[in-house]
């Protein structure tokens, strides 16, 4: 079974400053699709990055940036320029089932967000 | 448009009691899913549905049916509640599988099973 570890359950960072928030999977699939995805206390779950697998290049939206390593199975999360309304919890997802065509988002346990002004 | 409207917003329930949780999306997708997050776990599938008529499991199904009959709908029933089920629970739908489009998600239900 697809798993997701998000090792850091919380994460501070001063404004302006830049933060990485890791996220790990194991599959055995060679084609696949990977998430990052906000949560502030609204609990509306937001969208930020998505990655596909077979792209080498690393996806990047505004100030989001990940550093995606397929040999090692690791999708981090770069937040440069921190600002206050970034605080929120971050979940990471691996689209699962890609392959077998039933394809289910599979979460990590999440990482919070502090930003401190 | 609106969305994904979730309601209600919040519910208490005792031990035993049934209740549909409503989830309805204006967008015209056909990919729908229910999740539950509990602290420290992230978010787990229950069910999910590729299109009207359709519907599979997910992770944590137990306790929990799922009908999709319209485009638009996608209620959860629960059919006899647990304290086990407190959660908050959330609808999410994407015009198409997940991978190739963004999945938008409600706000969540918070549901106490008492």
């Known amino acids: 079974a697809q798993t997701v570890t998000q090792s850091q359950p919380e994460m501070s960072v001063q404004e302006a400053e830049t933060v990485t928030l890791s996220c790990t999977y194991d599959?055995?699939?060679?084609?696949?699709?990977l998430f990052w995805y906000k949560q502030p206390p609204s609990r509306q779950m937001i969208l930020v990055i998505r990655?596909?697998?077979?792209?080498?290049q690393n996806a990047t939206e505004n100030r989001f940036s990940v550093n995606f390593q397929k040999a090692a199975k690791s999708f981090s999360l770069k937040i440069s320029d921190s600002q206050l309304g970034d605080a929120a919890m971050y979940f990471c997802?691996?689209?699962?089932?890609?392959?077998?065509?039933?394809?289910?988002?599979?979460f990590g346990k999440g990482t919070k967000l502090t930003v401190n002004p | 448009n609106a969305g994904v409207t979730q309601t209600p917003k919040f519910q208490v329930l005792k031990t035993g009691q049934s209740m549909t949780l409503q989830c309805a999306q204006d967008m015209n997708h056909e990919y729908m899913s229910w999740y539950r997050q509990d602290p420290g776990m992230g978010l787990r599938l229950i069910h999910y549905?590729?299109?009207?008529?359709?519907?599979d499991q997910g992770e944590v199904p137990n306790g929990y049916n799922v009908s999709r009959s319209t485009t638009e709908d996608f209620p959860l029933r629960l059919l006899s509640a647990a304290p086990s089920q407190t959660s908050v629970y959330f609808c999410?739908?994407?015009?198409?599988?997940?991978?190739?489009?963004?999945?938008?998600f409600g706000q969540g239900t918070r549901l106490t099973v008492v």
């Open positions: 549905s590729v299109g009207a008529g359709i519907t």
């Open positions: 599959t055995s699939e060679s084609d696949y699709y």
């Open positions: 999410a739908s994407s015009y198409d599988r997940p991978m190739n489009t963004e999945a938008f």
């Open positions: 990655q596909e697998a077979y792209k080498q």
């Open positions: 997802a691996y689209l699962a089932g890609f392959e077998g065509g039933s394809e289910k988002l599979v």
